[in-house]
């Protein structure tokens, strides 16, 4: 549902001839400035329309104003030819004589944030003639909706397209795993876990001479693991210097 002004002058200004170069030009404009007529139209969906509701900008409706009008326009008066809240609701009355919504057969009417359409009888209106949608109707609504999703093609696809079954490891790619890059520093590390029950105290030399002429038992040179240091492993970032303003 929308409105349109129609006006009774043209709106379209016409061609004036001048010579080229002149700055101010001279035209004759028309001293009548017409009046406004607001038509109120609606449609379907579906494609069909609801005849036009015409608001003529006068005090007193005559019946020869929609003389060839298409047949069911009806129309009404106001002093500016605008559409107030009482005209509102008089085309609610139009709307629902045509459209004659029920329990069975309910219509959404889509309106724009107008003044007019907040009127508060009109809105007293359109709920007595129309349900308003609470939590007693969510059950009921929900039926048809659970009932046309709820079929084993969904159901298959959930487990199947994350790889959960049939197993497949080869859903996620490796730029899925990307962003996690960022949080370990390199993806190619591999930091060996030491179990602490394989350690044992070991007496290591002052110099690299008594080291050099003392060799360890061979049962202890096994169980000695190089590991890197954790600063070599996991790169420490840069702390930021703050400089003292002086």
């Known amino acids: 549902m929308d409105e349109t002004g129609i006006s009774t002058t043209t709106n379209k200004p016409p061609k004036v001839l001048s010579i080229k170069g002149k700055k101010q030009v001279g035209v004759i404009a028309s001293a009548e400035r017409g009046q406004l007529t607001t038509m109120t139209g609606c449609c379907y969906a579906a494609?069909?329309?609801?005849?036009?509701?015409?608001?003529?900008?006068?005090?007193?409706?005559?019946?020869?104003?929609?003389?060839?009008?298409?047949?069911?326009?009806?129309?009404?008066?106001?002093?500016?030819?605008?559409?107030?809240?009482?005209?509102?609701?008089?085309?609610?009355?139009?709307f629902v004589e045509y459209t004659r919504p029920n329990a069975d057969k309910k219509v959404l009417l889509l309106l724009d944030n107008h003044e007019s359409h907040k009127y508060y009888p009109a809105l007293e209106y359109a709920s007595s003639s129309w349900g308003i949608i609470n939590q007693y109707d969510v059950a009921r609504l929900l039926s048809p909706a659970f009932l046309k999703s709820s079929v084993a093609i969904n159901?298959?696809?959930?487990?199947?397209?994350?790889?959960?079954?049939?197993?497949?490891?080869?859903?996620?790619?490796?730029?899925?795993?990307?962003?996690?890059?960022?949080?370990?520093?390199?993806?190619?590390?591999?930091?060996?876990?030491?179990?602490?029950?394989?350690?044992?105290?070991?007496?290591?030399?002052?110099?690299?001479?008594?080291?050099?002429?003392?060799?360890?038992?061979?049962?202890?040179?096994?169980?000695?693991?190089?590991?890197?240091?954790?600063?070599?492993?996991i790169p420490r970032p840069d702390k930021p210097t703050k400089e003292r303003l002086i």
């Open 47 to 94: 494609g069909s329309f609801l005849p036009p509701f015409l608001i003529f900008a006068r005090k007193k409706m005559q019946s020869r104003l929609l003389d060839g009008a298409p047949l069911g326009t009806q129309g009404t008066c106001t002093p500016n030819g605008w559409t107030p809240g009482e005209v509102f609701l008089a085309w609610l009355h139009f």
């Open 155 to 233: 159901a298959v696809h959930g487990f199947e397209r994350p790889g959960i079954w049939p197993v497949n490891k080869h859903v996620f790619g490796e730029e899925h795993f990307e962003p996690a890059d960022v949080i370990v520093g390199r993806s190619d590390m591999n930091i060996s876990r030491v179990s602490i029950h394989s350690l044992q105290t070991i007496e290591i030399p002052d110099t690299a001479a008594e080291a050099s002429s003392t060799p360890l038992p061979s049962h202890l040179q096994e169980k000695i693991l190089t590991v890197d240091p954790p600063g070599e492993m």
